[in-house]
Each structure stands twice: as structure tokens, then as C-alpha cells.
């Protein structure tokens, strides 16, 4: 998925709006599995402009410099369209953690532990997030419209991803030796 994608998709879903404000709502929706900064929205803002993906207003503020607002053309619906109806590339992950565990056992135990506690954290800490999202936002899904149908799966997906990491660590810790309920906390150095 190319970032033009991913605004389109912000874009298209809602009311116009400015960069700004877009790169609010991106970072609280799409941001959660597509991570952009708000430099890198605005030039690809600019850039959709150009090809008339995207038509952008003056509108006034009092007190403040007008505010630039974007909506998606036609042009940039059906840029879209076409892309939906793509088959997706197979996912290709780059995870630090696998590549360090290739060799984990020339590395001391309690470093591998220390990284793996850090991240069951981290995963832990966004699972809460998206379970407090789903009980917010989507309490009753068989209710929901076809469109919020869809993000919740989105949402679901997350959900799944980060429960799929928190066991993959206990099960790391629990064969390395490093559980929190003790156990051998030196991992065999043999190939």
C-alpha cells in the first residue's frame, strides 16, 4: 500500500478536510498499521493535487490564516477503486527481534529476556488500547453498517496481531527459560 492510498482511503471516508486535520484522523484510525508524519501527508497532498486526485478550498478562519480543506475527485475515487480491487502482495515483514533471535544464542540471556519483556509491554499496552476501542466503538458488531463493519475488522485485526505476539513471548520465555515464574534464565549458547 503506497501512503496516497491510505489518504485517499481518510479522504474518501469522511468530510473534506484539511492536512492538518487529516493527520489527526489518520493517526487515530489508519495510524494504528500505517505510520506517516505530518510532513510526509502534506507532500503527498501536494503531490495528489498535481495529478487532480485531490481538490483543495480556501476556507476563511477568523483569527487565524485560512485553512486549505481537500476532498478526493473523481479521478482519485477511481484511483482508488482500482486499487481495491487488486489482489494484495503478500505481507513482507521486517521484525529487528527475528533477525536478533537468528543469533540469539551467542547474545547473554537476560539481554534477549530484557528486549522480549519490553516488547510483550508494548504489545500488551496497545492491546488494551484497541480493546478499549472495540467496547467504545464497536460494543455490538453484528449491528453495525456495512461500513463500520469493515473497520472493525480493521480494528479486529489489530486485536489479533497483538494477542499473536503476546503468545509467541510467553512461549519464547517459557522455552528460553526466561518466565516470569522463575525457571533457568540462561539460554543453551549451542547451535
Known amino acids: 500500500m503506497a501512503l496516497s492510498h491510505a489518504i485517499l482511503a481518510s479522504l474518501i471516508g469522511g468530510k473534506p478536510c484539511s492536512g492538518y486535520d487529516l493527520a489527526k484522523q489518520f493517526n487515530s484510525s489508519l495510524g494504528h498499521f500505517w505510520k506517516a508524519t505530518h510532513q510526509q501527508i502534506y507532500r503527498e497532498l501536494a503531490r495528489l493535487e498535481s495529478q487532480d486526485m485531490v481538490i483543495s478550498e480556501l476556507v476563511p478562519q477568523d483569527d487565524r490564516p485560512d485553512k486549505k480543506v481537500y476532498r478526493v475527485t473523481e479521478k482519485g475515487k477511481e484511483y482508488l477503486l482500482d ?105 543453551s549458547r549451542e547451535e
Open 83 to 187: 486499487w481495491v480491487s487488486k489482489p494484495s502482495p503478500p505481507i513482507m515483514t521486517k521484525v529487528d527481534l527475528l533477525a536478533k533471535f537468528h543469533i540469539g544464542y551467542m547474545a547473554p540471556s537476560e539481554d534477549i529476556f530484557r528486549e522480549i519483556k519490553t516488547l510483550k509491554k508494548r504489545h500488551q499496552d496497545s492491546l488494551v488500547k484497541y480493546r478499549e476501542l472495540e467496547k467504545k466503538l464497536f460494543d455490538n458488531p453484528e449491528s453495525l453498517s456495512l461500513k463500520a463493519k469493515f473497520r472493525y475488522l480493521n480494528l479486529k485485526m489489530g486485536i489479533n496481531y497483538e494477542e499473536a505476539w503476546i503468545d509467541w513471548i510467553d512461549e519464547a520465555l517459557n522455552l528460553l527459560g526466561g518466565n516470569e515464574k522463575g525457571g533457568d534464565d540462561t539460554a
